[in-house]
């Protein structure tokens, strides 16, 4: 079967249907020009013409090397993906009859993840019969955000999905740790513990080994 051509997403040279456009641009001189005169501005440059505004009245177009400008669109289409929040979930998973080790341990791991901006989802597991333990298992949660309440705000209270009870958390903003921000006070301490008084002792023994020869002439 043949490939299904992708269309473009800007219009451009021949394609360019207006009767005249506005022409933008550092490499030509800014105006209204007919499309055909446009489009010979840019081919004496070796260039395209590309149709950026098609609603604009007239459209305005770029003289420009297309093919470098969609891999700089591409460029910026990532750069921007890059820098979008990616929200991180933890599952950290209960039994019934967790004990207070298991859950201090389980508390102390949620506590990283959150400093992190790490959001949790936690869930108490009924096997078999100990579906009938449920009011249990929601103290177990219930306990178990209140124990992170300085790091964590509750998105969910417990609820109840087959044989899977959920508790969803989220970071509070001021519980998110900055890594950068501790380095900075490192100087300060450094010149804090400089020993300054040095000085004044060596000065001191200067002047006791000048007096000495002195007091000696004396004596003779």
Known sequence: ????QVEEPFKINQ????????????????GVYPTDQARKMAQDQNLDLVEISPTATPPVCRVIDYSKFKYEQKKKTRELKAKQT????????FGP??????????????????????????YVHFVGRSIVFKERGEILLLKFAQA???LAKVEQL?????????????PKAAAVVKPAAKPAATPDKAEKKAPKPAEPKAET??????????????AE
Not at 19 to 30: A, F, I, K, S, T
Not at 116 to 121: F, P, R, S
Not at 207 to 217: I, L
């Open 97 to 122: 009859n967790t004990d207070e080790h298991d859950f201090a341990f389980k508390v102390k791991h949620a506590q990283e993840f959150l400093r992190e901006g790490a959001k949790i989802k936690s």
């Open 158 to 170: 417990p609820k109840l999905e087959g044989k899977r009870m959920f508790l969803y958390l989220a």
């Open 148 to 150: 992170l309440e300085d």
């Open 15 to 30: 394609k360019i249907l207006a009767r005249e456009v506005r022409l933008v641009g550092d490499n030509v001189e800014q």
């Open 1 to 4: 079967m043949p490939r299904q």
């Open 86 to 93: 990616k929200v991180v979930l933890k599952e950290i998973r």
């Open 205 to 218: 023994a200067e002047q006791t080994s000048e007096t000495a020869p002195a007091s000696a002439d004396a």
